[in-house]
């Protein structure tokens, strides 16, 4: 599993940042909103876990398209 | 007269320039334009093509960038040839459907990495550079104003 999150950096604006999510995950504009202002004030925010790398990549280079910050780490295994 | 960019969202949203701000958009985008055709591989044409495709991995990204730089810069170059056929640098631009308001985005947000690192420092002659960036980054946002996306 790796895991996909958005890093704020000192060049986008909320209102940029929320439109490329509502653009590149169809979330609604309310979600995609929340997802920017949370990415702002922590510096990053968790956009999803997915099981392939290449999806998370797909999603990545989206981001990368519409000017993001993306980040993909693989995500730590847990005790069952 | 001032420069001005207006958000008019609607059905049909548009934005409105005064005239000489829309032929300072038009030459940033044609300038942004010669730089990503450019294919010579000197330092400083990799150093501007490492702001359109930063590493996601925070180790090694050799892999990813082998298979995704070349389709993402041809998808801005794609978004940003789109702008410039369809757009001669009029003062209103009506946007008839999403994909032409995603390809101004994409061009708007990859025309400042013209004039700045992705770190936020300015490039280049900095006062210049400070005005143009917060100019494309102000288009960008009346852009999002217009197609109605309220935050």
Known sequence: MVRLSLISDDVNASEAVAYALHRVFGWSEGIAASYARRAHADGSVELGSYPERGEAEELAARLLAFGMLARITPEEATDA | ?151
């Open chain 2, 1 to 151: 007269m001032h420069d001005y960019v207006e958000a008019v969202p609607g059905e049909v949203p548009e934005l409105r320039f005064s005239e000489p701000t829309a032929v300072s958009v038009r030459v940033i985008f044609t300038e942004l334009g010669a730089k990503l055709s450019d294919r010579r591989d000197g330092r400083r044409q990799r150093q501007f093509l490492a702001r359109f495709a930063p590493d996601v991995y925070p180790g090694e990204n050799e892999e990813f960038h082998r298979r995704w730089d070349e389709p993402l810069r041809a998808e801005i170059l794609g978004a940003l040839e789109r702008v410039l056929r369809a757009w001669d640098g009029s003062a209103v631009v009506r946007f008839t459907d999403q994909r032409m308001v995603d390809d101004w985005f994409i061009a708007l947000a990859h025309a400042r990495w013209l004039y700045v690192r992705r770190d936020g420092d300015l490039l280049g002659r900095v006062a210049a550079s400070q005005v143009n960036v917060a100019w494309v980054q102000f288009v960008q946002t009346q852009l999002v104003t217009a197609a109605g996306l309220a935050i």
